[in-house]
Nanobody
Framework: QVQLAESGGGFVQAGGSLRLSCAASNSIFSNKIMGWYRQAPGKQRESVATITNGGLTHYADSVKGRFSISRDIARNTVSLQMNGLKPEDTARYYC????????????????WGQGTQVTVSS
């Protein structure tokens, strides 16, 4: 079993920045893919950014050029730097991982953190 703990959410004005961190209980090299996902009220959970254990990244079109995912293997941590935040980025952000596949689809994630709230005001 893998435990994931998110931190770094908060309130920010449009155009501001936040950095989210996800601490895993295991070696993240053992996880085939890790990522950040978000869910706003009344909407489905969606992928924001993912990174494989080989370092390959993928971003949702809506965040390309604004968000960046990175990892610290020694500290078992994956981070999401969010710049140029917009009100439509408001959501609860979840860290997720698949230990068995390289798919970053929500349906492929087998471990989730509790989430951290990001609220962007206009």
């Amino acid at each position: 079993q893998v435990q994931l703990a998110e931190s770094g959410g908060g309130f920010v004005q449009a155009g501001g920045s936040l950095r989210l961190s996800c601490a895993a209980s295991n070696s993240i090299f053992s996880n085939k893919i890790m990522g950040w996902y978000r869910q706003a009220p009344g909407k489905q959970r969606e992928s924001v950014a993912t990174i494989t254990n080989g370092g390959l990244t993928h971003y949702a079109d809506s965040v390309k050029g604004r968000f960046s995912i990175s990892r610290d293997i020694a500290r078992n941590t994956v981070s999401l730097q969010m710049n140029g935040l917009k009100p439509e980025d408001t959501a609860r952000y979840y860290c997720g991982t698949s230990t068995s596949t390289y798919s970053g689809l929500v349906s492929s994630i087998n471990y989730w953190g509790q989430g951290t709230q990001v609220t962007v005001s206009s």
